[in-house]
């Protein structure tokens, strides 16, 4: 079991950025690859950006590559993500999420959640 806790959202102005982060607990987070996600009421949940359990590999949606960077420190048991650039069409609830193995862009592949954070985009 993972549990996952993310933090750093808030209204932004178009143009601003934003650094979400995401903490983990509970087995060795090392072992996890990390999602971040995000939905707008009515919506699926969209892919936004991943890494894998050691951080050499990353994937970006065209939406947020450029603008969105995806990091992590395993000492910390942390993944954040850096938000730069926005536009009013990035305002959603984001969520971080954690999964075994390499990967993965369906947010039906992820095995954990946190509780989501909300970025308003908006002058």
């Known amino acids: 079991q993972v549990q996952l806790v993310e933090s750093g959202g808030g209204l932004v102005q178009p143009g601003g950025s934003l650094r979400l982060s995401c903490a983990a607990s509970g087995r060795t987070f090392s072992n996890y690859a990390i999602g971040w996600f995000r939905q707008v009421p009515g919506k699926e949940r969209e892919f936004v950006a991943a890494?894998?359990?050691?951080?050499?590999?990353?994937y970006y949606p065209i939406s947020a590559k450029g603008r969105f960077t995806i990091s992590r420190d395993n000492a910390k048991d942390t993944v954040d993500l850096q938000m730069n650039s926005l536009k009013p069409e990035d305002t959603a609830v984001y969520y971080c999420a954690a999964r075994r193995g390499e990967f993965g862009y369906f947010a039906r592949s992820y095995a954990y959640w946190g509780q989501g954070t909300q970025v308003t985009v908006s002058s």
């Open positions: 890494i894998n359990w050691s951080g050499g590999s990353t």
